[in-house]
């Protein structure tokens, strides 16, 4: 049961240009969210996150967006730079178990020049 | 400041061995949880230790086990391994009070990358 679901695996943007990975759940008890970067041969490293109190979170280039009732992220990169191509990991939470993540299966973005 | 850092980095190991994965915690953290990150999935919880016991588990069989030590370093082992066993093994290490901490403080290391043939 994949309760995080990211049904793109790859895409391509030019550089510049603006990047939306999105993201879907079905767990309702899930109220915080994270975005994830891996580049290959290093660990996940933490990007932003967002708690359901709240619709946008914005940190420089980077804005996630939450939406509760169709239970929908997006993660927007704006501009995309080369140094953005990497696997980008939607994740999961709920208060109640903090100690654990569920992630998505991972969007592959590639910023071509 | 030290990250997290795992090893052995790869392992080759055969159907019904026994492996242990190692993970030392970035400095000043008492929290470490483990993932398996299977070929184009995302990672799985697999379970977390807070002072040296276990503070939640994820879906995974009883010969899935770890342990943590009082440096906070921990460890991870797999008995009987079976071929779908073949995965990253993410190890990621936080600091919280009484196993409860902001996830997005929650750092990964590199992986053991574990083959089984």
Request: overall charge neutral; glycine content about 8%; some cysteine.
């Amino acid at each position: 049961d994949q309760q995080v679901k990211q049904n793109s695996p790859s895409l391509s943007v030019q550089e510049g240009r603006i990047s939306i990975l999105n993201c879907d759940y079905t767990n309702s008890m899930f109220d915080y969210f994270l975005w994830y970067k891996k580049y290959p041969a290093e660990g996940p490293t933490f990007l932003i996150s967002i708690s359901s109190i709240k619709d946008k979170n914005e940190d420089g280039r980077f804005t996630v967006f939450l939406n509760k009732s169709a239970k929908h992220l997006s993660l927007h990169i704006v501009p995309s730079q080369p140094g953005d191509s990497a696997v980008y990991f939607c994740a999961a939470s709920d208060t109640g178990t903090a100690s654990k993540l569920t992630f998505g299966t991972g969007t592959r973005l590639q910023v071509t020049l | 400041e030290t990250g997290v850092t795992q090893s052995p980095t790869h392992l080759i190991k055969t159907r019904g061995q026994q492996v242990t994965l190692r993970c030392s915690s970035q400095s000043g953290h008492n929290t470490v949880s483990w993932y398996q990150q299977a070929l184009g999935q995302g990672p799985q919880f697999i379970f977390q230790y807070y002072r040296e016991e276990e503070n939640g588990r994820g879906n995974f069989p009883p010969r899935f086990s770890g342990l943590q030590f009082p440096n906070y370093s921990s460890e991870l082992n797999v008995n009987a391994l079976e071929l779908d066993d073949s995965a990253l093994y993410l190890c990621a290490s936080s600091s919280g009070t009484s196993g409860v901490y902001l996830v997005n403080e929650q750092f990964f290391g590199p992986g053991t990358r574990l083959t089984v043939l």
